[in-house]
């Protein structure tokens, strides 16, 4: 019998590095991309020596795999992908690949919002606890190449529900669900409980070894724990009430109890503000305990973390207007937040993509809060229905930087530019980082 074949689809990050790993573990490799190959990802292939194609799939090709590994922005109702799975080849994901030969900790972390920042904090705190630790999934260098190039104890892993989508043996040692909310529904069949079962397979495999961390207060995750039986540790995070185990607020202070250990701080002493961002420093802290971290080292990095770029991050203030880029905020629940957090009068920067979305429950703080809606996308439409009657200037953009000359142009003293565009970034940039770039470049060309 000659070598497993590993067709892998899809060129970039993920797929780069599951062929990396498929190469150095010895099966036969091929990469196969529809649209066209990064230089630098190219140049990676050549230099571990792995066959591949751009610009197109070859059916004989592709179809002579043992096994496929796709990568997570190709849909599950890709003609190809349903292809290969008429002939009955497996289809996994990178994390799945990857995660047979690692024999790291995991910590992964899931969430419709909140995940970046949650995974990006906990990693602080391992790094800051002196530990060897790998940042990975949906942040940072892909998973498979690091399990291929690098030797870490730990990882802490982002998953996305695509990413999610092609598991089923992996398991993680500490799961972690931010929140469920409305996303991604045109992946989903639009059925919100599709979505759901893709964020909960971040409990599959679970015993009662490993913790699943999760928040109490989100209705969603609330409901389907009734449903699913889960032997795991449930360190469940609240802002509503006291609980024995996890972490709860009481007296402006937060506590965390991981089996008979307690840890306490002031709210006041956090560095992520907001109520959203208290979720996300009780998420990681509960990790933080679970692996036995030091106190002293959790309340440090609670205190000292910097915050992720393109999430609410402080760009310049100009004129005593303040610039902030929230382009990470994809989704209606995003921009909620970003909203919420507010406390001047904003010129609201939103509009891309729309995936289904509901724009009902920011009408309130539209009306509040909101003097100038700014729509920056190729189809304006929906934002124009839902809003015309809740803000009293409603612009059309094409670009970054054209939104933020007609923001300066209305904003005065003591206002907020706030670009929470709700939506996904694919109609006018390559993605959300892109649009952040390009926004925080016009605001530092005003």
Not at 200 to 216: A, D, G, M, P
Not at 241 to 246: D, L, P, S, T, Y
Not at 292 to 298: G, T, Y
Not at 333 to 344: G, I, K, P, Q, V
Request: charged share 25%.
């Amino acid at each position: 019998m000659g070598k497993q074949r590993i067709v892998v689809l899809g060129g970039g990050e993920s797929g780069v590095g599951s062929a990396v790993l498929a190469r150095l573990k010895g099966f036969d490799v091929f990469l196969s991309d529809k649209g066209e190959i990064k230089e630098e990802y190219k140049q990676t292939l050549n230099k571990f020596d792995i066959p591949y194609e751009e610009k197109g799939h070859t059916e004989e090709l592709i179809l002579s795999a043992n096994e496929v590994v796709k990568s997570p922005g190709i849909p599950e109702n890709n003609p190809l992908v349903l292809l290969i799975k008429q002939h009955r080849i497996p289809v996994i994901s990178e994390i799945e690949f990857a995660g047979r030969y690692d024999k790291a900790k995991k910590i992964c972390i899931t969430g419709s919002n909140g995940k970046t920042t949650t995974t990006s904090l906990i990693y602080y705190m391992l790094k800051n606890a002196g530990l060897n630790v790998g940042l990975a999934g949906n942040i940072g260098k892909s998973y498979a190449y690091q399990v291929a190039t690098e030797n870490f104890d730990y990882y802490v892993i982002e998953l996305s529900s695509f990413q999610l989508d092609g598991m089923s043996t992996f398991k993680a040692d500490i799961a972690i669900l931010t929140n469920i909310t409305p996303d991604h529904l045109d992946r989903y069949d639009y059925k919100m409980q599709n979505y759901i079962n893709a964020k909960f397979r971040i409990t599959q495999n679970l015993t009662q070894k490993e913790c699943f961390v999760f928040c109490q207060d989100d209705k969603i995750t609330a409901a389907q724990l009734d449903k699913i039986v889960l032997t795991a540790k449930k360190l469940p995070f609240t802002q509503k009430k006291k609980v024995n185990q996890g972490a709860y607020i009481d007296d402006n202070k937060l506590f965390v109890r991981y089996e008979d250990d307690e840890y306490s701080m002031y709210l006041n002493e956090l560095a992520l503000q907001g109520k959203h961002n208290i979720y996300n420093s009780m998420a990681a802290a509960i990790a933080a305990k679970a692996i036995h971290i030091d106190k002293k080292v959790i309340r440090d990095s609670l205190m000292n973390f910097k915050g992720v770029e393109h999430r609410l991050e402080k760009v310049l203030t100009i004129k005593g207007v303040q610039y902030i880029n929230d382009s990470k905020a994809t989704n209606v629940d995003s921009a909620w937040y970003a909203l919420e957090s507010m406390r001047t009068p904003v010129i609201w920067i939103a509009g891309g993509t729309d995936k289904g979305n509901d724009y009902s429950p920011l009408y309130e703080f539209v009306r509040e809060k909101v003097k100038v809606l700014i729509c920056m996308g190729v189809d304006n439409k929906k934002l124009h229905e839902n809003f015309a009657d809740k803000v009293s200037t409603i612009i059309d953009v094409s670009s970054a930087k054209e939104a933020v000359e007609k923001a300066y142009e209305h904003a005065v003293e003591g206002d907020t530019v706030l670009l929470s565009p709700c939506c996904a970034s694919f109609d006018l940039f390559k993605n959300y980082e892109d649009r952040g770039e390009q926004f925080k470049k016009a605001v530092r060309e005003l």
